[in-house]
């Protein structure tokens, strides 16, 4: 049981490039949330996801954010044309059918 | 909208001493979460209190659910310096889809 997998661990990013982060959930878990921690800040809802398709993505900034969970392969949380301010750590999490969350290492990206 | 609040956010304690954090919740819930989060690492889960009256124990570490009143309590016995770490408690929302929403942290600090 490996847990929630995200990679990279350590992403730099220039401004204006793109930034992909990599989330599989929990082997036998079916729904997958992002969510932003800024520094010395709680986490913040991003999004949730369901295999092929977005349940809610209210906690989404309306432009350059993405997400995706295919039928195949890891979720993709996906920031185009990235900024100073997205600098931040990115936790995704899983969850199944026993009201439980497992997050995962998260992906610290920093803008530069 | 949801809110979560914890209370206090900073808290400096001796070793040996008991505390309480609170968490105040806006909107019925019957699933609340407390989780640790040492500084540069992901969330390791503490307690999940799923009913009106609910309290777990682990070692010197205690949380209660008063869902009537909305509010949750970890409370810290004979602490120690390892529990040092910022806390967070997250409640469990279905209102279109299930997500967590959390609390701002509470920074503990434990000195000898």
């Given amino acids: 049981n490996a847990g929630v997998m995200q990679n990279p661990r350590h992403l730099v990013r220039r401004r204006g490039q793109e930034a992909r982060l990599r989330c599989s959930p929990m082997k036998g878990h079916s729904h997958v949330y992002w969510y932003r921690q800024l520094p010395e800040e709680g986490l913040k809802f991003m999004v949730y996801l369901q295999k092929e398709n977005i349940i809610d993505e209210s906690g989404m900034p309306k432009e350059r954010f993405s997400a995706e969970f295919p039928k195949e392969g890891p979720s993709i949380l996906r920031i185009q044309q990235v900024v100073r301010g997205d600098s931040a750590a990115y936790f995704c999490a899983s969850s199944g059918a026993n009201y439980g969350y497992t997050f995962g290492s998260g992906t610290r990206l920093t803008v530069v | 909208e949801l809110k979560v609040e914890q209370n206090p956010l900073f808290l400096s304690m001796q070793e040996g ?50 869902t009537k009143a909305r509010l949750s309590t970890l409370h810290i016995t004979a602490a120690v310096h390892d529990l040092s770490a910022t806390y967070f408690c997250a409640v469990d929302i279905t209102q279109g889809a299930q ?14």
């Fill in chain 2, 17 to 66: 001493k008991n505390y309480t954090i609170y968490c105040n919740y806006s909107t019925t819930s019957d699933r609340l979460y407390w989780y640790r989060q040492d500084p540069g690492k992901s969330l390791e889960s503490l307690f999940v209190l799923l009913s009106n009256g609910a309290v777990k124990q682990e070692g010197r570490l205690m949380a209660s659910l008063d």
């Fill in chain 2, 99 to 112: 997500k967590l929403v959390f609390g701002q942290g509470t920074r503990l600090t434990i000195n000898p």
